[in-house]
Protein backbone atom coordinates (compact mmCIF):
# COMPACT_ATOMS: atom_id res chain seq x y z
CA UNK A 1 0.00 0.00 0.00
CA UNK A 2 1.52 3.27 -1.08
CA UNK A 3 1.66 5.20 2.36
CA UNK A 4 3.83 7.42 3.85
CA UNK A 5 6.04 5.43 6.47
CA UNK A 6 7.59 7.21 9.35
CA UNK A 7 10.08 4.78 11.58
CA UNK A 8 10.70 5.71 14.78
CA UNK A 9 14.12 3.48 15.82
CA UNK A 10 14.93 2.62 19.33
CA UNK A 11 17.49 0.19 20.16
CA UNK A 12 17.04 -3.12 21.34
CA UNK A 13 17.52 -3.41 24.83
CA UNK A 14 15.44 -6.27 25.59
CA UNK A 15 15.85 -7.72 22.01
CA UNK A 16 19.09 -7.03 20.53
CA UNK A 17 19.06 -9.31 17.37
CA UNK A 18 15.49 -7.87 15.90
CA UNK A 19 16.80 -5.76 13.79
CA UNK A 20 12.91 -3.95 13.20
CA UNK A 21 12.45 -1.13 14.31
CA UNK A 22 10.46 -0.80 18.13
CA UNK A 23 7.73 1.11 16.69
CA UNK A 24 6.74 2.48 13.16
CA UNK A 25 4.20 4.84 12.38
CA UNK A 26 2.30 4.92 9.18
CA UNK A 27 0.43 7.97 7.97
CA UNK A 28 -2.69 6.91 5.82
CA UNK A 29 -4.55 10.20 6.06
CA UNK A 30 -2.05 12.58 4.10
CA UNK A 31 -3.14 15.47 6.02
CA UNK A 32 -2.15 13.47 9.40
CA UNK A 33 -0.29 15.17 11.86
CA UNK A 34 2.70 13.08 12.44
CA UNK A 35 3.74 11.74 15.98
CA UNK A 36 5.47 13.85 17.88
CA UNK A 37 8.30 12.82 20.36
CA UNK A 38 7.20 13.46 24.02
CA UNK A 39 8.34 16.30 25.58
CA UNK A 40 9.94 16.73 29.16
CA UNK A 41 8.14 19.64 30.22
CA UNK A 42 4.95 18.00 29.35
CA UNK A 43 3.73 20.53 27.06
CA UNK A 44 5.07 23.60 29.11
CA UNK A 45 3.03 22.41 32.43
CA UNK A 46 5.68 21.41 34.73
CA UNK A 47 6.34 24.16 36.93
CA UNK A 48 10.41 25.37 36.17
CA UNK A 49 11.86 23.58 39.63
CA UNK A 50 10.10 20.56 38.58
CA UNK A 51 11.66 20.39 35.47
CA UNK A 52 15.08 21.61 36.78
CA UNK A 53 14.97 18.32 39.55
CA UNK A 54 12.68 16.08 39.35
CA UNK A 55 13.80 13.90 36.79
CA UNK A 56 10.98 11.12 38.07
CA UNK A 57 8.51 13.57 36.51
CA UNK A 58 10.58 14.59 32.95
CA UNK A 59 11.39 11.48 32.41
CA UNK A 60 7.59 10.03 33.20
CA UNK A 61 6.70 13.12 30.51
CA UNK A 62 9.16 12.23 27.51
CA UNK A 63 7.83 8.57 27.26
CA UNK A 64 7.01 8.05 24.10
CA UNK A 65 5.11 9.97 21.63
CA UNK A 66 1.57 12.41 21.48
CA UNK A 67 -0.17 11.67 18.64
CA UNK A 68 -3.09 14.04 17.07
CA UNK A 69 -6.78 13.92 15.63
CA UNK A 70 -6.70 13.49 12.24
CA UNK A 71 -8.75 16.65 11.86
CA UNK A 72 -10.17 19.50 13.62
CA UNK A 73 -13.81 18.81 15.12
CA UNK A 74 -16.86 19.77 17.33
CA UNK A 75 -18.99 17.75 19.33
CA UNK A 76 -21.86 17.94 21.31
CA UNK A 77 -23.49 15.76 23.65
CA UNK A 78 -26.68 15.74 24.69
CA UNK A 79 -26.59 13.17 27.79
CA UNK A 80 -27.58 10.58 25.69
CA UNK A 81 -27.11 11.15 21.73
CA UNK A 82 -23.50 13.00 20.28
CA UNK A 83 -23.68 14.87 17.92
CA UNK A 84 -21.09 16.73 15.56
CA UNK A 85 -21.38 20.52 14.71
CA UNK A 86 -20.51 22.02 11.40
CA UNK A 87 -21.15 24.62 9.85
CA UNK A 88 -23.99 25.66 12.96
CA UNK A 89 -25.62 22.52 12.38
CA UNK A 90 -25.68 19.27 14.59
CA UNK A 91 -25.85 16.35 13.04
CA UNK A 92 -26.68 12.80 14.83
CA UNK A 93 -23.82 10.13 13.62
CA UNK A 94 -22.83 6.66 14.11
CA UNK A 95 -19.41 6.89 12.25
CA UNK A 96 -18.03 9.66 10.22
CA UNK A 97 -15.17 9.95 7.59
CA UNK A 98 -12.40 12.06 6.87
CA UNK A 99 -12.71 14.52 3.76
CA UNK A 100 -11.19 12.48 0.97
CA UNK A 101 -10.46 9.71 2.92
CA UNK A 102 -12.14 6.99 0.66
CA UNK A 103 -10.52 8.22 -2.64
CA UNK A 104 -7.57 8.37 -1.35
CA UNK A 105 -7.91 5.17 0.35
CA UNK A 106 -9.01 3.44 -2.41
CA UNK A 107 -6.30 5.16 -4.56
CA UNK A 108 -3.46 3.35 -2.57
CA UNK A 109 -4.97 -0.10 -1.43
CA UNK A 110 -5.29 -3.51 -2.49
CA UNK A 111 -8.58 -4.53 -4.83
CA UNK A 112 -10.28 -6.38 -1.63
CA UNK A 113 -9.14 -3.67 0.61
CA UNK A 114 -11.74 -0.76 -0.99
CA UNK A 115 -14.17 1.17 0.69
CA UNK A 116 -12.71 -0.25 3.98
CA UNK A 117 -10.64 2.61 5.05
CA UNK A 118 -10.77 3.31 9.09
CA UNK A 119 -13.51 5.65 10.37
CA UNK A 120 -12.48 8.93 11.68
CA UNK A 121 -14.97 9.21 14.46
CA UNK A 122 -17.05 6.33 16.00
CA UNK A 123 -19.88 6.51 17.88
CA UNK A 124 -19.43 3.30 20.35
CA UNK A 125 -23.00 3.05 21.04
CA UNK A 126 -22.39 3.94 24.89
CA UNK A 127 -23.71 7.67 25.78
CA UNK A 128 -21.34 10.09 25.39
CA UNK A 129 -18.51 7.62 24.23
CA UNK A 130 -16.49 7.62 20.80
CA UNK A 131 -13.54 6.83 19.21
CA UNK A 132 -11.42 9.22 17.77
CA UNK A 133 -8.75 8.03 14.50
CA UNK A 134 -5.50 9.97 14.41
CA UNK A 135 -4.75 9.02 10.71
CA UNK A 136 -2.14 6.54 11.66
CA UNK A 137 -1.33 2.50 11.54
CA UNK A 138 0.97 1.40 14.25
CA UNK A 139 3.32 -1.67 14.16
CA UNK A 140 5.80 -2.89 17.06
CA UNK A 141 8.48 -5.42 17.49
CA UNK A 142 7.85 -8.57 18.16
CA UNK A 143 6.95 -8.95 21.90
CA UNK A 144 6.00 -5.13 22.12
CA UNK A 145 2.85 -3.89 22.55
CA UNK A 146 1.29 -0.04 22.60
CA UNK A 147 0.11 1.33 25.62
CA UNK A 148 -2.93 4.34 24.87
CA UNK A 149 -3.18 7.14 27.34
CA UNK A 150 -4.15 10.47 28.56
CA UNK A 151 -1.10 13.21 28.24
CA UNK A 152 1.51 12.35 30.88
CA UNK A 153 1.83 15.21 33.62
CA UNK A 154 -0.26 17.44 31.49
CA UNK A 155 -3.75 18.54 32.70
CA UNK A 156 -6.47 17.44 30.17
CA UNK A 157 -9.88 19.19 29.57
CA UNK A 158 -12.92 18.87 31.90
CA UNK A 159 -15.10 18.30 29.31
CA UNK A 160 -13.47 14.36 27.71
CA UNK A 161 -12.28 11.83 29.64
CA UNK A 162 -9.42 9.52 27.59
CA UNK A 163 -9.37 6.24 28.66
CA UNK A 164 -6.12 3.73 28.19
CA UNK A 165 -5.40 0.43 26.60
CA UNK A 166 -3.01 -1.87 25.85
CA UNK A 167 -2.98 -3.29 22.16
CA UNK A 168 -0.60 -5.92 21.06
CA UNK A 169 -0.14 -4.08 18.06
CA UNK A 170 3.00 -6.59 17.39
CA UNK A 171 0.18 -9.29 16.14
CA UNK A 172 -2.50 -7.04 15.29
CA UNK A 173 -0.88 -5.05 12.94
CA UNK A 174 -0.65 -2.36 11.47
CA UNK A 175 -3.60 -1.11 13.32
CA UNK A 176 -5.50 2.02 13.38
CA UNK A 177 -4.01 4.16 16.04
CA UNK A 178 -7.07 6.05 17.80
CA UNK A 179 -8.16 6.55 21.43
CA UNK A 180 -11.46 5.84 22.85
CA UNK A 181 -13.10 9.36 25.25
CA UNK A 182 -15.98 10.20 27.72
CA UNK A 183 -17.41 12.77 26.88
CA UNK A 184 -18.26 14.84 30.40
CA UNK A 185 -19.96 17.77 29.89
CA UNK A 186 -23.74 18.45 28.06
CA UNK A 187 -25.38 21.04 25.83
CA UNK A 188 -21.52 22.67 25.27
CA UNK A 189 -19.39 22.50 22.33
CA UNK A 190 -16.46 20.63 22.55
CA UNK A 191 -13.82 21.29 20.44
CA UNK A 192 -10.40 19.03 19.34
CA UNK A 193 -8.19 20.36 17.25
CA UNK A 194 -5.82 18.25 15.19
CA UNK A 195 -2.80 20.60 16.05
CA UNK A 196 -3.02 20.45 20.07
CA UNK A 197 -1.93 16.03 21.13
CA UNK A 198 -5.03 14.75 22.30
CA UNK A 199 -3.24 11.60 23.44
CA UNK A 200 0.16 9.52 24.51
CA UNK A 201 1.75 6.41 22.69
CA UNK A 202 4.18 4.66 24.85
CA UNK A 203 5.96 1.09 23.77
CA UNK A 204 5.59 -1.76 26.72
CA UNK A 205 7.20 -4.64 26.53
CA UNK A 206 4.50 -7.98 26.80
CA UNK A 207 6.45 -9.71 29.75
CA UNK A 208 5.94 -6.52 31.94
CA UNK A 209 1.54 -6.98 31.97
CA UNK A 210 2.05 -10.58 32.37
CA UNK A 211 0.32 -12.57 34.79
CA UNK A 212 3.37 -14.41 36.00
CA UNK A 213 5.30 -10.69 35.88
CA UNK A 214 2.46 -9.28 38.07
CA UNK A 215 2.70 -12.26 40.53
CA UNK A 216 5.84 -12.32 40.94
CA UNK A 217 5.97 -9.63 43.70
CA UNK A 218 6.38 -9.63 47.84
CA UNK A 219 4.48 -7.50 50.40
CA UNK A 220 5.67 -7.70 53.83
CA UNK A 221 5.23 -6.04 57.00
CA UNK A 222 8.57 -3.82 58.40
CA UNK A 223 8.92 -5.76 60.99
CA UNK A 224 9.67 -9.04 59.20
CA UNK A 225 13.49 -9.78 59.75
CA UNK A 226 12.98 -12.14 56.23
CA UNK A 227 12.72 -9.60 53.79
CA UNK A 228 13.51 -5.79 55.70
CA UNK A 229 17.53 -6.79 56.53
CA UNK A 230 20.14 -4.44 57.59
CA UNK A 231 20.56 -4.11 53.87
CA UNK A 232 17.38 -2.92 53.11
CA UNK A 233 17.53 -0.31 55.98
CA UNK A 234 21.07 1.07 55.17
CA UNK A 235 19.76 1.47 51.33
CA UNK A 236 17.52 2.93 52.45
CA UNK A 237 19.34 5.16 54.20
CA UNK A 238 21.16 6.13 51.45
CA UNK A 239 17.69 6.97 49.23
CA UNK A 240 16.54 9.25 51.41
CA UNK A 241 17.88 12.66 52.54
CA UNK A 242 18.12 12.49 56.67
CA UNK A 243 15.82 15.03 59.07
CA UNK A 244 18.85 16.74 60.06
CA UNK A 245 20.69 18.53 57.31
CA UNK A 246 23.82 19.03 58.84
CA UNK A 247 23.87 15.02 58.69
CA UNK A 248 22.43 15.12 54.88
CA UNK A 249 25.34 14.35 52.46
CA UNK A 250 22.79 14.41 49.21
CA UNK A 251 23.08 17.19 46.66
CA UNK A 252 19.63 18.86 45.70
CA UNK A 253 18.88 16.91 42.24
CA UNK A 254 21.62 14.39 42.95
CA UNK A 255 18.73 11.95 41.69
CA UNK A 256 18.73 13.33 38.73
CA UNK A 257 22.25 13.92 38.19
CA UNK A 258 22.56 10.19 38.81
CA UNK A 259 19.53 9.22 36.23
CA UNK A 260 21.37 11.17 33.76
CA UNK A 261 24.68 10.20 33.49
CA UNK A 262 23.57 6.79 33.63
CA UNK A 263 21.65 7.46 30.81
CA UNK A 264 24.42 8.54 28.81
CA UNK A 265 26.39 6.15 29.68
CA UNK A 266 24.12 3.60 28.28
CA UNK A 267 23.57 5.78 25.61
CA UNK A 268 27.80 5.56 24.42
CA UNK A 269 27.85 1.98 25.50
CA UNK A 270 24.78 1.25 23.42
CA UNK A 271 23.04 -0.22 26.25
CA UNK A 272 20.38 0.28 28.29
CA UNK A 273 16.59 1.64 28.28
CA UNK A 274 15.68 2.06 24.63
CA UNK A 275 16.34 5.95 23.93
CA UNK A 276 14.93 8.01 21.19
Not at 16 to 35: C, D, E, G, K
Not at 118 to 129: A, E, Q, S
Not at 253 to 272: H, L, M
Request: charged letters at 20%; proline letters at 7%; one cysteine or more.
Amino acid sequence: MGVIQEEYELSAAMDPAVHQPLISFYTVYPNSVPPMAADRSALGSIPSQAYQYCEAVTTASAFGWYAFPASSFTLSFDGVDVYLLEDQQKRKFSALQLDGMDEWWNAHCPEHLKDMAPPFITNLGIPGYVQVWSGLLIETRRNWSTLIRPIANTPMSNQYFCFEGIVETDSYSPAPLFVNLKLQVTDTPIEFSHLEPLFQVQPIHRSCYSKKSLNDFVSTRISSKEYMTDSHWQRYANTVRHIDPRQDDHKTGQYAIDTRKRGKRSNDNKQGCPYL
